[in-house]
Each structure stands twice: as structure tokens, then as C-alpha cells.
């Protein structure tokens, strides 16, 4: 009864991470190149979605923008008086212009793609490390070089990057219990909280054409002329 308790209060406190084997110098160079790649691969695949949300983004505020104007001239009856849509469709305007600006000048893509470029020369480098020995200490100082230039020729990763590849990678890391609860609701946190200004920018939108159609209304008693 004892040990299973032991056991219980140990993976809840991810014990086994404090008191992992040690390893020779190979073998930490290998979990670094290892752990190295998995955040680029991830660091590659956040600024995919920060890219493709982007992108939707502004592609749904661009639709509100030719929208409104529609149902203006449409003969509909608005809740909203010509001057609030007008200023509306002003904000969407600039709304999109800026979006367009950022995905122009993060370059998300082309960023993402690097980094998936080094995270494959990672994986290279780390075969062929894994093929020699741990005598051949000439041959590895010439891949630690290797590696000091693969990962000082892209941008590097976040923490939280890094926090999903010690999640990810249960063979080198073994997280668990409490420490990986917390590890994953900080990631989370991290990754929403990029998303809060154009989920608002959202969800005003839908919102507000929600409240100009008459379906509901949400801030028609702040805009009624």
C-alpha cells in the first residue's frame, strides 16, 4: 500500500524527471539536437496558425466591410443609423489594411519554413551522431560546430515552444503529474492570449452586423442614433 502511494505521489510530483540517469556527454549532445529540432518543429508549426488565423482574419473583417454597405443599399431596415455604418465600415477598412501589413511584414510562411529547413538538418545531424561512437571525440566536436551554425542561422524558438517538446518528447522527458498539467495550461494561456485582438476584432464584427440585422441586440443601445 505504501509503494503504491509512493508511486502515486511520485508521478504526481513528476519525480521521475528529477531523477533521471545520467548521461555521458554523447548522449546529452544527442537530447540537446534532439530537443533543439522539436522546437523549431514547433516553432514552425505556432507561426502556421498565427499565419493561416491571420489570414482568416482578415478575410472575414474584408467581408464585413463589403457587407455593410450591401445591406445599406439592400432597402433593408437597419437597426443602426448611416453614420454609425459608415463609421463601422471606416474601422473594418482600417481594420484590414493593418491586418494586411502584419502578415506582409511577419512573413509567417517563409519564416515557418525556415525553421522547418532546420529543424530537418537537425534530425540529419542528430543520425549521424547517433552512428558514432563515444571515442570519437575529434568527429563530434566537428558536429557540435555543425550544430552551433544550424540553430545561429534561423531565429529561435519561445519557451513555450519549448514546453510542448518536453510534453512531446516522453523518451528523453518524462513529465508528469502537476508539472505537466501546469506545463500545458501555460502553453495554452501563451497561445490564446496571441489570438485575443483579432478574436475580438471578430467577434465585435459579428456582433455588431448581428445587432444591425435586428437578430440581437448587443450594442444596439450604445450606437441608436
Same mark, same amino acid.
Given at each position: 500500500?505504501?509503494?503504491?502511494?509512493?508511486?502515486?505521489?511520485?508521478?504526481?510530483?513528476?519525480?521521475?524527471?528529477?531523477?533521471?540517469?545520467?548521461?555521458?556527454?554523447?548522449?546529452?549532445?544527442?537530447?540537446?539536437?534532439?530537443? &533543439?529540432?522539436?522546437?523549431?518543429?514547433?516553432?514552425?508549426?505556432?507561426?502556421?496558425?498565427?499565419?493561416?488565423?491571420?489570414?482568416?482574419?482578415? &478575410?472575414?473583417?474584408?467581408?464585413?466591410?463589403?457587407?455593410?454597405?450591401?445591406?445599406?443599399?439592400?432597402?433593408?431596415?437597419?437597426?443602426?443609423?448611416?453614420?454609425?455604418?459608415?463609421?463601422?465600415?471606416?474601422?473594418?477598412?482600417?481594420?484590414?489594411?493593418?491586418?494586411?501589413?502584419?502578415?506582409?511584414?511577419?512573413?509567417?510562411?517563409?519564416?515557418?519554413?525556415?525553421?522547418?529547413?532546420?529543424?530537418?538538418?537537425?534530425?540529419?545531424?542528430?543520425?549521424?551522431?547517433?552512428?558514432?561512437?563515444?571515442?570519437?571525440?575529434?568527429?563530434?566536436?566537428?558536429?557540435?560546430?555543425?550544430?552551433?551554425? #544550424?540553430?545561429?542561422?534561423?531565429?529561435?524558438? &519561445?519557451?513555450?515552444?519549448?514546453?510542448?517538446?518536453?510534453?512531446?518528447?516522453?523518451?528523453?522527458?518524462?513529465?508528469?503529474?502537476?508539472?505537466? #498539467?501546469?506545463?500545458?495550461?501555460?502553453?495554452?494561456?501563451?497561445?490564446?492570449?496571441?489570438?485575443?485582438?483579432?478574436?475580438?476584432?471578430?467577434?465585435?464584427?459579428?456582433?455588431?452586423?448581428?445587432?444591425?440585422?435586428?437578430?440581437?441586440?448587443?450594442? &444596439?443601445?450604445?450606437?441608436?442614433?
Amino acid at each position: 500500500m505504501t509503494k503504491k502511494i509512493s508511486c502515486v505521489w511520485n508521478w504526481l510530483c513528476s519525480r521521475g524527471e528529477i531523477v533521471r540517469p545520467k548521461k555521458n556527454a554523447k548522449e546529452k549532445f544527442q537530447m540537446s539536437i534532439r530537443a &533543439t529540432a522539436k522546437c523549431r518543429f514547433n516553432a514552425a508549426e505556432r507561426l502556421k496558425r498565427q499565419g493561416k488565423f491571420a489570414f482568416f482574419t482578415t &478575410t472575414i473583417l474584408s467581408l464585413g466591410l463589403i457587407f455593410i454597405p450591401l445591406m445599406q443599399n439592400s432597402g433593408i431596415k437597419l437597426a443602426f443609423s448611416t453614420n454609425v455604418l459608415n463609421t463601422m465600415s471606416i474601422f473594418l477598412a482600417v481594420a484590414v489594411l493593418v491586418y494586411s501589413v502584419v502578415i506582409g511584414t511577419a512573413r509567417y510562411e517563409a519564416r515557418a519554413d525556415k525553421l522547418t529547413q532546420c529543424g530537418d538538418n537537425l534530425k540529419d545531424l542528430s543520425r549521424e551522431l547517433d552512428s558514432l561512437k563515444e571515442s570519437d571525440v575529434e568527429h563530434i566536436k566537428e558536429l557540435e560546430k555543425k550544430y552551433s551554425h #544550424l540553430i545561429s542561422d534561423t531565429e529561435n524558438h &519561445t519557451r513555450t515552444d519549448y514546453l510542448a517538446a518536453t510534453l512531446e518528447m516522453r523518451r528523453d522527458y518524462t513529465v508528469t503529474g502537476f508539472p505537466r #498539467l501546469y506545463k500545458r495550461l501555460s502553453i495554452i494561456f501563451v497561445e490564446l492570449f496571441s489570438y485575443i485582438i483579432p478574436l475580438s476584432m471578430l467577434v465585435l464584427e459579428i456582433v455588431f452586423i448581428s445587432d444591425m440585422l435586428g437578430i440581437s441586440k448587443i450594442l &444596439t443601445k450604445y450606437f441608436l442614433s
